[in-house]
């Protein structure tokens, strides 16, 4: 079915179910979400998610890669202002918790070690291209520029719904939210920038 056209009645039925998949997943992993939750409260059944998207690890792979594609898209690297990116990142983490929890069943029931997809390099070379063209220009200081990257996403973590540590949500008063954005804008340039 992938190859055929979608009607309009099938790309709301393909809509309900990413949606409602997206949040079974991000609460209970790949192994604890039930394809029979899915279907129910996306009002259609196993054989179409099957149509759609042949396995209940096809489903959680077009909703994972959909997520990372989201990330980059919303939120752009800007290697001349990584401590913008990374309170960025934050925003991004307090709007949609569940795609950073997607990212964490991954890790704990797929890749344990290394890159936390097989594509990383295609995903991160425009990234680490701009850090590098950023180091180059004396904007950001020398090193591997994959480790730069990682250090700066890993500190736009720091509250996000999968610390270990504390887990930040919308709801809370938007001062604290300030407070953190400056703590985090600050610590990462001074962590990443020259001079």
């Known amino acids: 079915m992938a190859d055929q056209p979608l009607t309009s009645r099938g790309v709301a039925t393909r809509g309900r179910i990413i949606d409602v998949a997206t949040q079974e997943f991000a609460e209970h992993g790949i192994a604890g979400a039930r394809i029979e939750r899915i279907v129910a409260a996306a009002r259609t059944n196993k054989?179409?998610?099957?149509?759609?998207?042949?396995?209940?690890?096809?489903?959680?792979?077009?909703?994972?890669?959909?997520?990372?594609?989201?990330?980059?898209?919303?939120?752009?690297?800007d290697a001349g202002d990584l401590a913008d990116w990374a309170v960025r990142l934050y925003d991004e983490y307090?709007?949609?918790?569940?795609?950073?929890?997607?990212?964490?069943?991954?890790?704990?029931?797929?890749?344990?070690?290394?890159?936390?997809?097989?594509?990383?390099?295609?995903?991160?070379?425009?990234?680490?291209?701009?850090?590098?063209?950023?180091?180059?220009?004396?904007?950001?200081?020398?090193?591997?520029p994959f480790d730069v990257m990682a250090m700066v996403i890993a500190m736009s973590m720091a509250w996000s719904p999968v610390s270990n540590v504390y887990a930040a949500t919308a709801d809370e008063p938007q001062e604290l939210h300030d407070r953190r954005r400056a703590l985090l804008r600050e610590s990462v340039r001074r962590a990443v920038t020259t001079g």
Do not use: C
């Not at 998207?53 to 919303?74: P, Q, T, W, Y």
């Not at 307090?94 to 929890?101: E, G, H, Q, T, W």
């Open 47 to 77: 054989a179409q998610l099957y149509a759609y998207f042949g396995s209940k690890e096809g489903l959680f792979d077009a909703i994972f890669h959909g997520s990372l594609e989201r990330i980059m898209n919303v939120v752009p690297i």
């Open 94 to 144: 307090l709007r949609r918790p569940d795609l950073i929890r997607l990212a964490t069943w991954a890790r704990l029931e797929r890749r344990p070690a290394g890159h936390l997809v097989e594509e990383a390099g295609r995903l991160d070379d425009g990234k680490l291209r701009a850090i590098a063209e950023a180091q180059a220009a004396g904007l950001v200081r020398p090193g591997d």
